[in-house]
C-alpha cells in the first residue's frame, strides 16, 4: 500500500500504480510521432522485448487484449478454429473479438489448471475435409490466470508445439504473466517464447505499468500486426511516455515478481487451514489465488463485503470463488492484514 490508501488491494495486479521513479523515467521520456516509427522510447521498449522473447520484432500495443485480437486477426482466416483452453482469456474475458473480427471461434478444451496436454490438442484437431472448420492456431496462457497462475512447464509447451507443428498450426502465447512464469521456475522467457509464432507481454499487470503490452513476432507478422494495429485505433503518437514505463519497469521490476510470489503463498499458507475454505488449485505458484468458501456456508459476495468493511479489497470470479492477486503495491504486511481479515470474517459467520 501506498501512503493515503484506504485499503488493501488485491482485486488484481492490474491495480498497481506508477511508483515515484517510474513516473519521473515517463516525464523525462524522449518521445516522436509512433506512427510514423519515429518515437525513441517506444523503439526502444520494442528492441527490449523483442530480444528479451528471441524474436525479429515487437510492437506496442494499448493493451493485452488488442496484443491477442490483433495475433488472432493475423493469424486467423474467417472460418478457422482456435484451440484454447476453456478458462483463456482469449474465451472468457475479449467480447468474443475473435468471433466478431476475425471471424474466428475458438475450440476450448478442458486443461488442468489451464494446461492441457499434446494429446487434447491432437484429438481436437479437425480432420481436413469440406466440412469441418479449419482447425488453424493453439494459444496457450503463460501463466494461467482462471487456472490459478499455473506456470506451463516447459516440456508440456514442447509437446503441444510439436503436436500443433506436425499438423501445420501455428501457435501464440498469451503472455501476459510470462515473467511471473519465468521468474517462478527459473526457465528464461526466450526459452518459454521459443516454440511460438507469436507471443506478448502484459506490462500493466505484475510489471506495475499503467498502460500496454508489446507483442512479438516475425518481421512480416509483426509488418501484418502493424496493419490490424492501425485499423483498430491502437496507432499512437507520443507513446514514449507509455514506453517509458515499460522499459523502466523490464529494468527495476522483473526480479522483485519473486515478492508477488512469497506473498501470495503466505496468504495461501494463512487461509488454508480455515474450515470451509479450499485453496484452488491448492498449489500456489506464482501470484494469484483462486479459493473457494462454499463449504463455509458462505457466497462468495458475503466474504467481499465483509473484507471490505475490514479495508481489503478482493474479487469474487464466481458464487463461491474468490480470487487475491498480489502485486507490487501490496507487502507483506497487507497480505498479513488481508489473511486477519479473512479469519475474522469466517468466524462471524459460525
Ligand atoms: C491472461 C490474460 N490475458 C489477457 C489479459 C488482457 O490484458 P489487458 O487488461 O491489458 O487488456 C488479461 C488481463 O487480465 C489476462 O489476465
Request: with cysteine; charged share 20%.
Amino acid at each position: 500500500m501506498t501512503a493515503g490508501d484506504a485499503y488493501v488491494n488485491l482485486i488484481s495486479d492490474t491495480q498497481t500504480r506508477p511508483t515515484e521513479p517510474m513516473r519521473r523515467a515517463m516525464a523525462e521520456a524522449a518521445v516522436g510521432d509512433e506512427q510514423r516509427g519515429d518515437d525513441p522510447s517506444t523503439n526502444r521498449l520494442c528492441e527490449m522485448v523483442a530480444e528479451l522473447l528471441g524474436k525479429e520484432t515487437a510492437v506496442f500495443l494499448p493493451s493485452g487484449t488488442m496484443c491477442n485480437q490483433v495475433a488472432v486477426l493475423v493469424h486467423c482466416q474467417s472460418g478457422e478454429e482456435i484451440i484454447a483452453d476453456e478458462t483463456a482469456h482469449i474465451i472468457t474475458s475479449e467480447g468474443a473479438g475473435a468471433a466478431a473480427l476475425a471471424g474466428a471461434w475458438v475450440r476450448p478444451l478442458k486443461g488442468r489448471n489451464g494446461i492441457f496436454s499434446a494429446e487434447q490438442v491432437r484429438a481436437a484437431i479437425r480432420p481436413r475435409n469440406r466440412n469441418a472448420p479449419r482447425t488453424r492456431l493453439v494459444a496457450v496462457e503463460q501463466t494461467s490466470n482462471r487456472g490459478g497462475g499455473s506456470v506451463w512447464p516447459l516440456a508440456a509447451i514442447e509437446d503441444v508445439a510439436s503436436v500443433a507443428r506436425e499438423h501445420g498450426l501455428a501457435l501464440h502465447m498469451d503472455g501476459a504473466r510470462l515473467l511471473n512464469a519465468v521468474v517462478a521456475s527459473g526457465v528464461s522467457a526466450r526459452q518459454f517464447a521459443a516454440p511460438f509464432d507469436s507471443v506478448w507481454l502484459d506490462l500493466s499487470k505484475g510489471l506495475g505499468c499503467p498502460v500496454g503490452g508489446v507483442l512479438a513476432a516475425s518481421a512480416d507478422f509483426i509488418d501484418e500486426a502493424w496493419r490490424w494495429k492501425h485499423r483498430l485505433g491502437g496507432a499512437m503518437r507520443q507513446s514514449g511516455v507509455l514506453a517509458a514505463a515499460g522499459i523502466y519497469a523490464l529494468e527495476h521490476h522483473v526480479e522483485r515478481l519473486a515478492e508477488d510470489h512469497a506473498n501470495a503463498k503466505l496468504f495461501a499458507e494463512r487461509i488454508a487451514a480455515l474450515p470451509g475454505i479450499e485453496l484452488q488449485p491448492p498449489n500456489v505458484e506464482t501470484n494469484l489465488v483462486f479459493f473457494d468458501v462454499s463449504g463455509a456456508g458462505l457466497t462468495a459476495e458475503q466474504v467481499v463485503a465483509g473484507l471490505l468493511r475490514r479495508g481489503i479489497r478482493i474479487g469474487a470470479e464466481g458464487e463461491h470463488q474468490l480470487r487475491a492477486v498480489t502485486h507490487l503495491d501490496v507487502g507483506r504486511e497487507g497480505v498479513e492484514q488481508a489473511a486477519a481479515a479473512l479469519v475474522a470474517v469466517m468466524n462471524e459467520a459460525k
